[in-house]
């Protein structure tokens, strides 16, 4: 990140790497993941009023803060009830099947592309529109981890930190307490882009040297 070069373009990320440009923006993100990432539909009333809450209701009992953590929990009840195969009257008529491969996507939304801590609140539009799988799997959540990516790759306080502590005399620097940061998104994506980058300017190096 220290290696960042000003751009007024506010949704990508340039780098000074080995003398040349790199660029990280939503084409390269889209390229590693496979995600969707066209632009986010405007949803109207009519969409809006389609989302329903049944998922929170029936397996969360309304909280209106629910936890990645709450979501890995309620996966596994499913897969239990499942297993167990005494069901009530009741749970024979609904469909536990289809409703844990929503819990399951949920999880991985939340929990894996979206990098949230295991104690944070899972979004309530999210849940709400898992419960509809077709609205859910033609949405381009590969825009909305991307931006989340982006905004947390591309806060000033990390690489600011890191110049601070290199300023200080290096008996201070090994004294003060190990400074931490957390990445939202999916920053992986990232890390690939550029190790593909610096294969590239590895493989032309090479190539010069040798002719």
């Known amino acids: 990140m220290l290696r960042r070069m000003p751009t007024k373009k506010k949704r990508e990320l340039w780098f000074l790497v ?5 660029r990280f923006s939503v084409h390269e993100f889209a390229i590693v993941t496979g ?8 949803l109207g009333l009519e969409e809006k009023l389609k989302l329903k809450a049944r998922i929170r209701d029936e397996y969360f009992k309304g909280a209106t803060q629910i936890k990645v953590d ?24 609904k469909d536990l099947g289809t409703d ?22 899972v979004s309530t539009f999210h849940m709400s529109m898992v419960d509809d799988l077709d609205m859910f799997n033609s949405y381009p959540w590969g825009t909305v981890v991307y931006d989340t990516t982006v905004d947390s790759l591309g806060g000033k306080d990390m690489a600011e930190k890191y110049r601070e502590r290199l300023r200080k005399p290096p008996h201070k620097q090994q004294s003060d307490v190990k400074e931490t940061y957390t990445l939202y998104g999916f920053p992986f994506a990232f890390q690939v882009s ?4 610096n294969c590239t300017c590895l493989y032309q190096m090479f190539m010069l040297l040798k002719y």
């Open 35 to 42: 995600l969707v990432c066209t632009p986010k539909p405007f």
């Open 100 to 121: 844990r491969v929503k819990i399951a996507l949920l999880y991985f939304l939340e929990g894996v592309l979206l990098g949230a801590d295991p104690k944070r609140n």
């Open 194 to 197: 550029f190790l593909d980058f």
């Open 18 to 22: 080995e003398g040349k440009p790199a």
């Open 70 to 93: 709450d979501i890995q929990k309620a996966f596994r009840s499913l897969c239990d009830k499942e297993e167990g195969g005494k069901k009530k009257k009741a749970e024979k008529e």
